[in-house]
């Protein structure tokens, strides 16, 4: 197990105030950490932080040996743009190939195999040639799953990936995604949904407008942060 | 049939008219290619916005009495594109809200600069003109063509180099962003390019139907096509057809070139529409 990521007491924010600060924890290779808060508790920018596209104000966000922010694949929510987009399954999932490309305009056939073992990997060959917006929900983010594998294959950065889904897709998800953490991919995945953070991951990061914890899955729901926030959960809305 | 052909016989001798012909076709090209990435990332009130500018600009180099207008034209719609691309992100006031401001705001300053200083004695005419397109496709001079010509190419390189790029930016900014692709420099790029095409499409169907060669080639190409290679092609193919039809149709029945292009385009939108709405009764059963 070798660390990938090593964030020491990390401020966020932006010119005018920090969202989050104290940040302190480790992403180690093989990992599935989950980071939950509050919307508004600076889980999107710990997102950008992540990826390189925001510095940090304070603190160190260190990636390890020859682990860098490119080797992170992306799954952003989805967008109101996507949901009609006109645009096959295959040129999706190849699109996620262009950071390797440099200034080459177009693909080669190194990049259509890296696309087309994604496809398989997550089942959607057969549905290559269809068209994104005429897909279930499940398959759109199957796509989208694929489309990070092509961009990066040691780590996933997923924020909210089971919004909108219906149980059972959400179920097929969660099963997808702890599959690829069992080859070996980081997942760092950031989500409301508690009960399935502490069925599927390994470790849990807790923010708010600070870090409330980080640490395993088994120490979380024995703490005081968790146990508080698993009873809100189980008798709220669910 | 003899009487079309002879018609068009007669009229093709002229070189404005061939001339006419080719700059209609090359801008049809170029404003279909970009309006799949304007209207999928929801700023064809860009086109729209950019349109009204330009034709305050050109009120302005009317009124400057410069003798190439485009010196003027093309910098400030240039820079208004710039601008509402930036204002659109995260300012108080709110993209569509902006973009209609500054797009009758420059209407009314461009209509009020042409009853002050008057440059002929026919100010509706002048008017109508530069909103409706006039007859100046017609009076196009050779350095006009290379000009539209050049600018078609810088667009058709730009847009074929840079076609995966421009569809992943579409499709997704936030991922663009996080492999590392300059998603907010593609923007500039697309926003720059529509406010060229945009100048240049002004003698051919005036500022006011601009936006409908922009975004009609688009939206008819989606009813029916189901993914970006096959909409792009199709959308280009609807555009110079219906630029042809229209710039045809207009000689043969004397109507104004600019609103006969757009009703053909707004035809081929019907069509299409049918079409998809069929395909996807079909599908269902």
């Avoid at chain 2, 074929?160 to 790029?189: C, Q």
């Amino acid at each position: 197990m070798s660390e990938q990521i090593i964030c020491s007491n990390a401020a966020l924010g932006y010119e005018d105030g920090i969202v989050t600060e104290g940040l302190d924890f480790t992403v180690s290779s093989g990992d599935y950490l989950c980071i939950l808060g509050e919307n508004g508790s600076g889980k999107s920018t710990l997102i950008k932080a992540l990826l390189g596209l925001k510095p940090q104000i304070s603190g160190d966000i260190r990636f390890c040996g020859d682990f860098s922010a490119k080797d992170i694949g992306y799954l952003p929510q989805q967008t109101p743009v996507q949901r009609d987009f006109p645009a096959s399954v295959e040129e999706i999932v190849l699109s996620g190939c262009l950071s390797k490309m440099g200034f080459l305009p177009f693909y080669r056939s190194a990049e259509k195999k890296i696309a087309a073992e994604n496809m398989k990997q997550l089942g959607i060959e057969d549905i290559k040639k269809r068209c994104y917006r005429d897909l279930s929900g499940g398959q759109q983010q199957r796509v989208l799953l694929a489309r990070a594998l092509c961009a990066a294959s040691k780590m996933l950065l997923l924020d909210e990936p089971v919004t909108g889904l219906d149980p059972i897709a959400q179920t097929e998800l969660y099963e997808m995604i702890a599959k690829l953490n069992k080859k070996g991919i980081t997942i760092i995945m950031v989500s409301h949904d508690i009960s399935s953070a502490v069925k599927y991951a390994s470790h849990i990061l807790h923010i708010s407008k600070k870090q409330l914890f980080f640490g395993t899955k088994a120490d979380y729901v024995k703490s005081s942060v968790g146990r508080r926030f698993l009873e809100s959960e189980v008798g709220g809305d669910e | 049939m003899n009487d079309i052909f002879s018609t068009l016989q007669y009229y093709f001798s002229h070189p404005f008219v061939v001339y006419a012909l080719i700059v209609g076709l090359l801008i049809a090209l170029c404003s279909s290619l970009l309006g799949v990435s304007l209207v999928l990332k929801r700023f064809s009130f860009i086109g729209d916005g950019l349109s009204h500018v330009a034709f305050g600009a050109m009120a302005v180099a009317a009124v400057t009495g410069v003798t190439n207008r485009m010196i003027i034209i093309l910098p400030l719609t240039v820079l208004s594109a710039v601008l509402i691309l930036r204002t659109g992100r995260n300012t108080k006031i709110r993209g569509d809200a902006s973009v209609a401001m500054i797009s009758v705001g420059a209407l009314a300053i461009g209509y009020m600069l042409m009853n002050i200083f008057p440059v002929s004695s026919n100010i509706s005419a002048d008017v109508c003109g530069s909103l409706f397109g006039s007859t100046s496709i017609l009076t196009l001079k050779q350095s006009d063509v290379w000009l539209c010509l050049a600018m078609s190419v810088v667009v058709l390189v730009f847009f074929v180099l840079f076609y995966n790029r421009i569809f992943s930016v579409t499709f997704d900014e936030s991922f663009s962003k996080a492999t590392g692709i300059n998603s907010d420099g593609y923007n500039l790029m697309i926003a720059i390019i529509t406010a060229i095409i945009i100048v240049i499409a002004m003698n051919l169907v005036g500022s006011l139907l601009i936006s409908a060669l922009i975004i009609f080639p688009a939206l008819s190409a989606m009813r029916v096509f189901k993914s970006f290679k096959s909409v792009t092609i199709c959308s280009a193919v609807i555009s110079v057809v219906c630029a042809g039809t229209g710039i045809i149709l207009s000689i043969l029945c004397s109507t104004p070139v600019g609103a006969t292009i757009v009703t053909a385009d707004l035809g081929a939108f019907l069509i299409f529409s049918i079409i998809g709405t069929v395909m996807s009764k079909k599908r269902v059963k």
